[in-house]
């Protein structure tokens, strides 16, 4: 019988015991839910991070947190008149630039060819997540949503499902050729899934353990925009292909009479508005974004509780029994 997936928040493994223990101290000590440590964002091409999380990972960089990128398409589809190897030079060096102005420290593309993932197998792509988990060691893991429903682009739900995945690798004794050469086992402590084409609808966020979780972007907003007006090349795109069916559905839009520069960029200002208006009034925000996440709950687990209930009565399972 066929099982609905529901999100879930994959166990550190370790070697070694201590390091459990050191968890459930760090717990009692109340320490700070947000992670301080580096952010490491997976994503198909060079757009979805962008569009889906631009806002909130600006203003992690600005609080001072390292932002790296893996990008695992090579964006060679994603124009308008250039064949594949000339759109793939331009989508790789504009990505680049939307990288380095929006603060990213890295962005790594693996080259694959997008749209066609499915040709590679997912347990290669997810050791090629575990393997940059290792070397950047990030607190915090960015990629895109899966779960959500009727989005036609296969490219997401590959990567977003195999990115999920990738902490259960997390231990040393996974990969141990890398352990060998001195990068140990590590996972992420919080996971935010984004959607990179519109807001989450009714039943896609907040269930299970995961939380809808709203961002206040307007202090980074137009440099979010910025960004993401350096992908000339794919907005050039994106901008023909709603001129075509605006026209097509007797809806033209004034706004796009003839494809410029200056119009192209007040669709993507449009788009990037409207998107953030919608989100922001659902979280309360007047620009936002939105994510499924996962991290440490607050207070402690039912499981302790159950200890320490136990333990007070006097009951076998707590400490007090042994």
């Not at 070694?16 to 101290?25: D, E, H, P, T, Y």
């Not at 795109?237 to 001129?243: D, F, I, N, V």
Request: glycine share 12%; charged share 25%.
């Amino acid at each position: 019988m066929w099982v609905r997936p529901t999100r879930r928040l994959p166990m550190r493994s370790s070697a070694r015991s201590g390091s459990a223990k050191l968890a459930v101290f760090s717990l009692l000590l109340g320490l700070s839910l947000e992670a301080a440590g580096p952010v490491l964002v997976i994503t198909p091409g060079g757009r979805e991070y962008l569009f889906g999380a631009g806002g909130t990972l600006a203003r992690m960089i600005d609080e001072g947190r390292a932002v790296y990128v893996l990008q695992f398409g090579n964006d060679e589809k994603d124009s308008a008149g250039l064949d594949p190897a000339a759109t793939r030079l331009a989508n790789n060096a504009e990505a680049q630039r939307a990288a380095r102005l929006l603060g990213v420290r890295e962005l790594v593309n693996l080259g694959h060819k997008s749209g066609e993932l499915g040709y590679i197998c997912s347990s290669e792509l997810r050791n090629q997540v575990m393997a940059m988990t290792r070397l950047y060691k990030p607190e915090v893991l960015f990629f895109p949503d899966w779960y959500i429903h009727y989005v036609d682009n296969w490219d997401i739900y590959r990567i977003g499902r195999m990115a999920e995945e990738s902490p259960y690798g997390g231990g040393s004794y996974f990969l141990q050729e890398l352990t060998y050469i001195g990068f140990p086992g590590f996972a992420a402590r919080e996971y935010y899934f984004y959607s990179s084409q519109r807001p989450y609808r009714p039943r896609e966020g907040g269930e299970g353990r995961a939380r809808l979780r709203g961002v206040d972007i307007g202090p980074v907003f137009e440099r979010k925009l910025k960004a993401i007006l350096e992908l000339g090349t794919a907005n050039h795109r994106y901008a023909g292909e709603t001129q075509r069916r605006l026209a097509a559905s007797g809806r033209p839009s004034g706004l796009l009479r003839e494809l410029s520069p200056e119009s192209i960029a007040s669709l993507v200002r449009a788009y990037l508005e409207e998107l953030g208006e919608t989100i922001g009034a659902r979280h309360g925000h007047q620009v936002g974004e939105e994510f499924n996440h996962l991290g440490q709950t607050e207070g402690l687990g039912e499981h302790i509780r159950e200890r320490a209930r136990a333990a007070s009565q006097g009951k076998p399972g707590g400490p007090a029994s042994r």
